[in-house]
T-cell receptor, first 115, second 112 residues
Framework: AQSVTQLDSQVPVFEEAPVELRCNYSSSVSVYLFWYVQYPNQGLQLLLKYLSGSTLVKGINGFEAEFNKSQTSFHLRKPSVHISDTAEYFCAVTSINTGGFKTIFGAGTRLFVKA | ETGVTQSPTHLIKTRGQQVTLRCSSQSGHNTVSWYQQALGQGPQFIFQYYREEENGRGNFPPRFSGLQFPNYSSELNVNALELDDSALYLC???????????FGSGTRLTVV
């Protein structure tokens, strides 16, 4: 069975500090990996995606993530956060099998950036 | 880009009723997915349509059904509404399978 675990429900961090939001997944088939962000009172927005190729992917707003196949992880990082990065972040995994595509989201990590 | 638009934004229905939620996908996107998001939780995958055929389904009962139309619009139908169906329903479209989704702002369904 496919699952996605976001290891931290909340991450408080000071402005200009680095941050890592952790995501682990399990799947018996090939996957695509995504991070989405949901700002307060807004819809979900795609931050970045890994489909194939280089395991380090860069997204919008200075975020990046690294796919680690052996550890089945896809952690999101940013070297220096801003107040405006305060939001809910969701990791998502799309499994690809003969029955079709199925996308599972994690429960979310609330990033709170303090001044 | 026109984005993904959903209607209505809010809806109140009575237990046992049926509801249809509508979505207009971003132009050119042939894949649409529907999600249920309860308060404080991540979106739960209901199903996905690719070129008007169901392409994947989550762990939702058959009373959740959908349609995708040639003009990139789609519907989510829920029969025999239950109180637990109260949630935010999100529609998301993609240019192709697995490319990543563009989400609408959702329809807030309240079942009383």
């Amino acid at each position: 069975a496919q699952s996605v675990t976001q290891l931290d429900s909340q991450v408080p961090v000071f402005e200009e500090a680095p941050v890592e939001l952790r995501c682990n997944y399990s799947s018996s088939v090939s996957v695509y990996l995504f991070w989405y962000v949901q700002y307060p009172n807004q819809g979900l927005q795609l931050l970045l995606k890994y489909l194939s190729g280089s395991t380090l992917v860069k997204g919008i707003n200075g975020f990046e993530a690294e796919f680690n196949k052996s550890q089945t992880s896809f952690h999101l990082r940013k070297p220096s956060v801003h107040i405006s990065d305060t939001a809910e972040y969701f990791c998502a995994v799309t499994s690809i099998n003969t029955g079709g595509f199925k996308t599972i989201f994690g429960a979310g990590t609330r990033l709170f950036v303090k001044a | 880009e026109t984005g993904v638009t959903q209607s209505p934004t809010h809806l109140i229905k009575t237990r046992g009723q049926q509801v249809t939620l509508r979505c207009s996908s971003q132009s050119g996107h042939n894949t649409v997915s529907w999600y249920q998001q309860a308060l404080g939780q991540g979106p739960q995958f209901i199903f996905q349509y690719y070129r008007e055929e169901e392409n994947g389904r989550g762990n939702f009962p058959p009373r959740f059904s959908g349609l995708q139309f040639p003009n990139y619009s789609s519907e989510l139908n829920v029969n025999a509404l239950e109180l637990d169906d109260s949630a935010l329903y999100l529609c998301a479209s993609s240019l192709e399978l697995g490319y990543g989704y563009t989400f609408g702002s959702g329809t807030r369904l309240t079942v009383v």
